[in-house]
C-alpha cells in the first residue's frame, strides 16, 4: 500500500539549517548544520535530552519561525525566505500542528477548533461542515462537537487538537510532546490514534520525552546540544512487535 | 467574504460577551468619550448644518455687506435692500427679516415673545406653502400699519391655540395692536435660516407696533438691522449675481455718497447662521471641537492601554490562529471588528447622553433671546453619519495600535506556554506607556483650564461691584409700543412709578435706561470744556438715563456732589453725573465738579454736579469704564428700565408690581423682570457655562484616566501573579510588593503631569485675559490639579496592587 520513499521526493528537505536566538544581551546556538529529510508516509520521532533544540527544530519544520541560516524545500518549494503572510498560508495548508499544551481556543467550541483552519482557507460552509464531521468520528469526538475546550478531559482536548491538525488534510503532522499533559492512559490512546493515521499514510513528525513511546516511529533522529548526532531506523516489523507488547 | 465577515462578527460577539465587565468598561469610556462629541455635533448640526424646510435650500445664498475695513456681515439697510431687490436680475428676489420682540396677549396675561418682521416677498421666495390659511404676499401699498396680519408658527400654534384649526381669521394682540391671524405655518417650516425661528412672522410694514423709531429705520441707509437671504435666478451663479450686484453698489454709492461710500454687497454661500463672523465662528467650532475631542482622545487612550493589557492575555489565542495559517491582516480585522462592535454600542449610548445634554443646554440658556432656538437633535442622515464616523474612528483609535502589537507575536515562544501560567512577560510595556502618559497630560490640561475658569468665576462673583444686589427688582417697559404719546409716557410713567412706591413692601422707585449689570451699553462722545469754554478732544464713554435718587435706591456711592433731583429734569440748565473712572480720564490733573461736558447730539453745556464710585454698570467687567449718568427729563428715551428696591425678597413682590401694571394697562407686557440677584448671575452665564462645561469635561477625563489606571494595573497586576506568588513564598513582605507593584505606575503619572502642566501653561496664556484676577499660572490650581489627580491615580493604582499582594502564595503557584 504504501510506496517506497526512494522513489519519491521529500516533503522536507532541509540543509545546513542553523538557528540562533539573540535578545535580552543572551545569545543562543539552538541548531547548527542540521540537514533532515522526510519523505512522504514517514513516522519521525525527534529525540534528545532536555534543550537540545527539539522544539525549535519542530517549529522551523512546521514555519512557525525561519532559520538564520540554511535552505529548506517543503513539497519541492523554497520556503527559506519567505515573508510572514506567505508562511502563514503554507503553514495553513501543509502543516498539521499538535501542541503539548493543546492550545485550543477556550471561547470556541470543539466544532468550531476544528473547522478553523478551513476558515482560514475560506473553505464554504457547507463542505466545511462535512469535512470537519468527517474528520472529528475519524479522532472519535464526534459526540462531543458542541463542547467547549474546559468541558473535555485532556485526552478529548489533544483529540480535538490533533482533528483541528488533519482537516486541512496537511503534507505534514508536526506533534511537539502531545503525551506530555496526558497520564499513560490517554497518553496511550494519543499515539494509538497517531499510529492508526500514519497506517493511513499520514507523514507525522514527533517530538517526544517518552522512550515508552519512541517504539512508535519507525525512524528516529537524535539531537544533541543542537545537532544531529544519530538516525535508527526501526524496521515496520519490529515497530509492529513493539507496539504489541 | 461576507461569510468571514460573519464568523468575525459571530466571534466578535462571544468575545464581547464573555468577557462582559471588560467590555462594559471599554463601552461606558468610549461612550463618556463619544458623549460629549455626539451633543456639540448635534448643536452644530441644527445650527449649522441643516437645511431650511424650504423650497429648494440649494439656491438659497447669503448677502454680505462690507463697509470698509470690517468683515462682512448679513446686513442690510432696510431701502438698499428695496433697491437691490428691484433692480437686480440674477437674484430671483432677496428677503429680509429682523428678530424683535413684541408683548403677546397670552391667557395668563401678556408675554414678550420672540417676532420676526419680514419682508412681504418673503414666504413666495422662500417657496413655502402654510399648513392653514395663508401667508402674506407683496403688496403695492408699503404704508406702515397697512397690513396688520401674523402668520403663527406650528409651535407657537400649538402652544397657544392648542391646535385649534379654527384661529385662522381671529385676532391676537400684539403690543397692545389687534393683528388678524391669517395662517399657521407647518411643523418644520423654522423661517430662512434653520435653527433661528420665531413664534411669528409680520410684514415689514408693521414696523411701527413694534419699535416707535421704525419710520426712521425704515428710511434710513446708515441703520443695518435687516438680515437678507436671496435665491438665483436660473442659471445665476454667485459670480454673475456679484458682477450685477457691483454695478448697482456704484449706483448707489453715486446716489447716496454720504451713507453708501465704500459700501459694497456680495453674495456668498447660503449659511444658517450668518451673522457671527466667520473668523469668531471658526474659533467657537474650533474650540469646542478641541476639548471635546481631547476627551475622545483620553477615553481611546484609557481604552488602548487596557485593550494592550488584554492583548498578553488573548496572546495563547492569537497565536494559534497565526499558527493555523491565519494571514496577520485576517486577525487584525477579527479584533477590530471585536473594537467597532464595542464602539458602535457605546455611541450608542453617547448618542443618547447627548440627547440627554442638549435638553439640559436648552434649560440652562437665558430666557431673553430675541429668537426661538430650535436645537433638537434628531437622528437625522448627518448624525447618524457622525455617530458611526466617530465610532469609526474612535475603534481606530483605541484598537488599532494594540490589535497590530498583539498580532506581532513570537509564534514559537507564544505557543510554548502553559495557558494561565505565570512568567508571561508583559509585553508592549513601552507602548501602553505611552497611552497612560498622554491621558494624564491631557487630564491634567483640562482639570487646570476647569480650575482657571471656576476661579475666574469665583472672583467675578467675589468682585464688589460697588452697589448693593440683594433687594433690587428690575423689570422694562416700553410704552412707546403701546401707542403712548410723549407726554401721556412721563404721566403714565409718574404714576407708575407713585403706585409702586406706595405698594407695601417697596422702599423706594426709579427708572434707568440701563440699569447696573443689565449687559447693555449705549455709548456716546463727550469732550470737557476747559476754563476758556473751549472743548478738548472728543472721548467715547457710555452713559444711562437715571431720575432722582438713583443711587441711593441702587445702593452705589457718590464720593462727591449730590444726586439728581426733580428740579434738575428741566433742559435749561443740564446737569450731569460722571464717575471716578471718566473724572480721571477726562479732568487729568484738575478737579471735576463743576466743570462741563459737551455731547455731540446737544449743543448744551452739561454741568457736572457729582462724581459717583465705578461700578458695574454693564458687567463685572465694565467696572472701570467711563460713565455719565444724564437726568431723565433731560434726554427722554423709551424703553426704560425700572427698579425697585425692596424690603424683603424682592422675588415675592413679582407678582403685586405685575398686577398694579396691568391695572393701568392690561396690555402692557413687562420685559425682563428679575431680581437683581438674578441679574447678576445671568451676567456670569457665559462665564459660569464655560466653568460647567470644562469642569465636567476635566472631571470626565479624569474618570475615563482613573477607569483607564486602575485597568490597566489591575490586568499587569494579574498576569504578574505568578511571579508575586513566587516572591510571597520566597518570604516577601506584602508591603513591599504593593510599593514595587506601584512604583511602576506611579513614575507615568508623574510624567504625565509634568507634560500636563506644561500644556497647561500655554493654555493659562490664552485664558487669563477673559478671567478676572486669574494669573496664567495661578499657583493655587498649578498645584491643586496634579495634587488632585496624583492622589486619585494613587488610589487606582493601589487597591490592584494591595488585592495581589494579599493573594495566598499557593493559590498563585498553583496555576502552574
Ligand atoms: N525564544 C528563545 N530565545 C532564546 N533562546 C531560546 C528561545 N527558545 C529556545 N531557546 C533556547 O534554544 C535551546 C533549545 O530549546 P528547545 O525549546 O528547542 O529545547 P527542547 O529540546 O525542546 O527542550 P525540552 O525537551 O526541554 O522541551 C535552549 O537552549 C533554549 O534555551
Ligand atoms: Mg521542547
Known amino acids: 500500500m504504501k510506496n517506497k520513499k526512494q522513489q519519491l521526493s521529500p516533503v522536507i528537505n532541509m540543509q545546513n539549517i542553523q538557528k540562533h536566538f539573540s535578545g535580552n544581551g543572551v545569545e543562543t546556538l539552538a541548531l547548527s548544520g542540521i540537514n533532515l529529510e522526510i519523505y512522504p508516509g514517514e513516522y519521525t520521532a525527534i529525540c534528545g535530552p532536555s534543550g537540545c533544540g527539539k522544539s525549535t527544530l519542530l517549529s522551523l519544520i512546521g514555519l512557525l519561525d525561519g532559520a538564520s541560516q540554511g535552505s529548506y524545500q517543503l513539497n519541492g518549494a523554497d520556503v527559506s525566505s519567505l515573508n510572514l503572510n506567505q508562511r502563514s498560508a503554507i503553514r495553513n495548508r501543509e502543516i498539521g500542528f499538535i501542541f503539548q499544551n493543546f492550545n485550543l481556543i477556550g471561547d470556541l467550541n470543539v466544532f468550531k477548533n476544528v473547522e478553523l483552519p478551513l476558515v482560514y482557507q475560506s473553505v464554504p460552509a457547507k463542505e466545511r461542515k462535512e469535512r470537519v464531521e468527517a474528520v472529528l468520528a475519524r479522532v472519535g469526538m464526534s459526540e462531543r462537537m458542541a463542547h467547549f475546550p474546559t468541558q473535555l478531559s485532556g485526552g478529548q482536548q489533544q483529540r480535538t487538537a490533533v482533528a483541528r491538525a488533519l482537516v486541512t488534510d496537511p503534507a505534514i503532522i508536526l506533534a511537539d510532546e502531545p503525551t506530555g499533559n496526558l497520564d499513560s492512559e490517554q497518553g496511550n490512546a494519543i499515539m494509538s490514534l497517531l499510529d492508526k493515521l500514519h497506517g493511513e499514510g499520514a507523514t507525522i513528525c514527533l517530538v517526544t520525552h517518552d522512550p515508552r513511546y519512541n517504539n512508535y516511529a519507525e525512524r528516529q533522529i537524535n539531537l544533541l546540544d543542537g545537532k544531529i548526532i544519530s538516525e535508527n531506523i526501526t524496521d515496520s516489523s519490529v515497530r509492529l512487535n513493539k507496539k504489541s507488547a | ?54 423650497m429648494a435650500p440649494e439656491q438659497l445664498v447669503s448677502i454680505h455687506k462690507y463697509r470698509p475695513g470690517k468683515e462682512g456681515l448679513p446686513t442690510f439697510t432696510y431701502p438698499d435692500l428695496v433697491d437691490f431687490n428691484d433692480q437686480v436680475s440674477q437674484l430671483e428676489g432677496i428677503l429680509g427679516f429682523s428678530y424683535q420682540s413684541a408683548s403677546v396677549s397670552m391667557p395668563e396675561g401678556p408675554e414678550m415673545l420672540p417676532v420676526e418682521m419680514a419682508t412681504s416677498n418673503f414666504f413666495d421666495l422662500l417657496g413655502v406653502q402654510p399648513l392653514y390659511g395663508e401667508t402674506f404676499h407683496r403688496q403695492t401699498s408699503q404704508a406702515p400699519g397697512s397690513m396688520p396680519v401674523v402668520v403663527l408658527s406650528y409651535s407657537f400654534w400649538q402652544q397657544r391655540f392648542a391646535e385649534d384649526k379654527s384661529v385662522v381669521g381671529r385676532k391676537i394682540k400684539l403690543n397692545g395692536s389687534d393683528m388678524t391671524i391669517i395662517g399657521v405655518m407647518p411643523a418644520d417650516f423654522t423661517g430662512a435660516l434653520g435653527a433661528f425661528g420665531s413664534k411669528m412672522w409680520l410684514p415689514m410694514v408693521m414696523m411701527n407696533i413694534i419699535d416707535p423709531d421704525s419710520p426712521a429705520r425704515l428710511i434710513s441707509r446708515n441703520d443695518n438691522w435687516i438680515i437678507p437671504v436671496a435665491r438665483l435666478a436660473k442659471n445665476a451663479t454667485l459670480e454673475s449675481v456679484n458682477q450685477e450686484m457691483a454695478t448697482i453698489d456704484s449706483k448707489l454709492q453715486a446716489q447716496y455718497p454720504e451713507t453708501n461710500e465704500g459700501n459694497t454687497h456680495r453674495a456668498v454661500p447660503y449659511s444658517n447662521i450668518p451673522f457671527i463672523p466667520e473668523t469668531a465662528r471658526s474659533m467657537v467650532v474650533f474650540g469646542a471641537s478641541l476639548v471635546v475631542g481631547l476627551i475622545l482622545l483620553v477615553a481611546c487612550s484609557s481604552v488602548a492601554a487596557l485593550l494592550l493589557s488584554r492583548a498578553t492575555e488573548r496572546r495563547q489565542e492569537i497565536s494559534v490562529r497565526l499558527a493555523l495559517g491565519a494571514p496577520r491582516y485576517r486577525v487584525v480585522r477579527q479584533l477590530m471588528i471585536e473594537n467597532l462592535m464595542l464602539a458602535l454600542v457605546a455611541s450608542v449610548v453617547g448618542f443618547i447622553f447627548s440627547l440627554w445634554a442638549v435638553v439640559v443646554f436648552k434649560q440652562s440658556l437665558p430666557a431673553e433671546i430675541p429668537f426661538q432656538l430650535s436645537l433638537d437633535p434628531s437622528l437625522d442622515a448627518n448624525m447618524l453619519l457622525y455617530t458611526l464616523g466617530a465610532a ?332 508575586i506568588g513566587v516572591r510571597l513564598s520566597l518570604g516577601a513582605q506584602p508591603r513591599a510588593l504593593v510599593f514595587m507593584l506601584m512604583s511602576s505606575g506611579l513614575k507615568l503619572i508623574i510624567i504625565g503631569c509634568v507634560l500636563g502642566l506644561g500644556l497647561s501653561f500655554v493654555a493659562g496664556e490664552l485664558l487669563s485675559p477673559m478671567l478676572s484676577g486669574v494669573g496664567p499660572r495661578d499657583p493655587l490650581v498649578f498645584i491643586l490639579v496634579p495634587l488632585f489627580m496624583l492622589s486619585l491615580s494613587c488610589l487606582a493604582i493601589y487597591f490592584p496592587a494591595r488585592k495581589t499582594s494579599r493573594v495566598d502564595p499557593m493559590l498563585a503557584l498553583r496555576y502552574e
Open chain 2, 1 to 54: 467574504m461576507i461569510d468571514s465577515l460573519w464568523q468575525d462578527i459571530q466571534y466578535g460577539f462571544v468575545q464581547i460577551t464573555r468577557r462582559f465587565k471588560l467590555s462594559l468598561a471599554i463601552i461606558f469610556c468610549i461612550a463618556l468619550g463619544i458623549g460629549p462629541n455626539t451633543t456639540l455635533f448635534s448643536m452644530f448640526n441644527s445650527l449649522l448644518l441643516n437645511e431650511p424646510a424650504v
Open chain 2, 392 to 723: 469609526f474612528l474612535s475603534s481606530l483609535l483605541f484598537g488599532l495600535v494594540p490589535a497590530l502589537q498583539a498580532t506581532k507575536t513570537d509564534l514559537f515562544s507564544a505557543l510554548k506556554e502553559q495557558p494561565q501560567a505565570g512568567g508571561t512577560q508583559v509585553q508592549s510595556s513601552k507602548l501602553r506607556s505611552f497611552f497612560l502618559i498622554t491621558q494624564f497630560s491631557l487630564s491634567v490640561f483640562l482639570l487646570v483650564i476647569a480650575g482657571l475658569t471656576i476661579k475666574g468665576l469665583h472672583n467675578s462673583v467675589n468682585i464688589n461691584p460697588g452697589f448693593d444686589a440683594t433687594n433690587l427688582l428690575t423689570f422694562k417697559t416700553d410704552l412707546s409700543l403701546y401707542g403712548y404719546l410723549d407726554d401721556e409716557k412721563t404721566a403714565y410713567s409718574q404714576r407708575l412709578n407713585h403706585e409702586l412706591a406706595s405698594l407695601a413692601g417697596v422702599e423706594s422707585v426709579v427708572i434707568s435706561r440701563t440699569p447696573p449689570m443689565s449687559g447693555d451699553k449705549t455709548a456716546t462722545l463727550v469732550s470737557s470744556f476747559n476754563e476758556a469754554m473751549e472743548a478738548g478732544e472728543e472721548t467715547r464713554t457710555f452713559y444711562s438715563i437715571i431720575t432722582p435718587g438713583y443711587f441711593a435706591t441702587i445702593g452705589a456711592k457718590l464720593l462727591r456732589g449730590r444726586e439728581f433731583t426733580l428740579d434738575d429734569q428741566s433742559y435749561l440748565s443740564p446737569k450731569v453725573i460722571i464717575n471716578q473712572a471718566m473724572a480721571k480720564t477726562l479732568f487729568v490733573g484738575t478737579d471735576a465738579m463743576g466743570k462741563y461736558l459737551s455731547v455731540p447730539s446737544s449743543d448744551d453745556a452739561f454741568e457736572i454736579i457729582a462724581i459717583a464710585e465705578n461700578i458695574a454698570n454693564s458687567s463685572i467687567g465694565s467696572m472701570d469704564e467711563p460713565y455719565m449718568y444724564i437726568p431723565l427729563g433731560q434726554r427722554f428715551d423709551h424703553g426704560l428700565v425700572y427698579v425697585v428696591r425692596t424690603e424683603q425678597d424682592p422675588a415675592l413682590l413679582i407678582d403685586n408690581v405685575k398686577a398694579k401694571i396691568a391695572e393701568l394697562n392690561p396690555d402692557i407686557a413687562l420685559n425682563m423682570i428679575e431680581t437683581m440677584t438674578d441679574t447678576v448671575s445671568r451676567s456670569l452665564f457665559s462665564l459660569r457655562a464655560l466653568a460647567i462645561a470644562t469642569s465636567g469635561l476635566g472631571l470626565l477625563a479624569l474618570l475615563l484616566a482613573t477607569i483607564g489606571t486602575y485597568g490597566v494595573v489591575s490586568y499587569s497586576v494579574k498576569l504578574r501573579q505568578h511571579e
